[in-house]
């Protein structure tokens, strides 16, 4: 089954303008990670939070996770054309080396 | 893609075929995995790998067998494909480290393989 939740399923922007998506899961993990994926390729790591950590930065990238609402949300900020892809969260629980996907959030911006 | 191919990357094969895909590494990472990905539900775990010989089932094992021989090799099997296998594949590879900042546990994905059972 399923473990994360994007939401929304699917959001169109402008560039230059900020995009945030949100997940939510429904078991107690370890870590919490975001992936990226290009039409037509593999999903790519974005980052990882632990589920001590609260906020976590890379470039403009911003991710935050609230484990009480069981809840994470991913922020791009300044968007461009090329941010245009589906953005999944992944689950890590009680078996470190398997992790649970969502069914991911479709982000286009537009130009 | 982290050293990580797939072959083949595309495939049409009739009901009933015996097909095989092929995962190969070069980082020479424990854990490997393969996957199935459908509109509406998302990357569903096939079979996973935790070393040589060793593998396990995942959530929709159901039709899929798995060989991992040696490291670098993880070889996904459709016995009879059917036409609910119509689906892109891909194989994902992790090291899975627990450090002194805890648990590294993210997954490289290779190119995937569309395949089609008509």
């Known amino acids: 089954s399923q473990q994360g939740e994007e939401d929304p399923q699917a959001l169109s922007i402008q560039e230059g303008e900020n995009a945030t998506m949100n997940c939510s899961y429904k078991t107690s993990i370890n870590n919490l990670q975001w992936y990226r994926q290009n039409s037509g390729r593999g999903l790519v790591h974005l980052i990882l939070?632990?589920?001590?950590?609260r906020e976590k930065h890379s470039g403009r990238l911003r991710v935050t996770l609230d484990t009480s609402k069981k809840s994470s949300s991913l922020l791009i900020t300044a968007s461009r054309a090329a941010d245009t892809a589906s953005y999944f969260c992944?689950?890590?629980?009680?078996?470190?080396?398997?992790?649970?996907f969502g069914k991911g959030t479709l982000l286009t911006v537009n130009p | 893609d982290a050293g990580i191919t797939q072959s083949p990357r595309h495939k049409v094969t009739e009901t009933g075929t015996p097909v095989t895909l092929r995962c190969h590494q070069t980082?020479?990472?424990?854990?490997m995995y393969w996957y199935r990905q459908d509109p509406g539900h998302g990357l569903r775990l096939i079979h996973y790998?935790?070393?040589?010989?060793?593998?396990d089932k995942g959530e929709v094992s159901d039709g899929y067998s798995v060989s991992r021989s040696k490291t670098e090799d993880f070889l996904l099997t459709l016995e009879s494909a059917t036409s609910s296998q119509t689906s892109v594949y891909f194989c994902a590879i992790s090291e899975s480290m627990v450090g002194l900042a805890g648990v590294r546990n993210e997954q490289f994905f290779g190119p995937g393989t569309r395949l089609t059972v008509l």
């Open positions: 980082e020479n990472h424990r854990y």
């Open positions: 992944a689950t890590a629980g009680g078996s470190n080396y398997k992790l649970t």
């Open positions: 939070i632990r589920s001590n950590e």
């Open positions: 790998s935790y070393g040589v010989k060793d593998t």
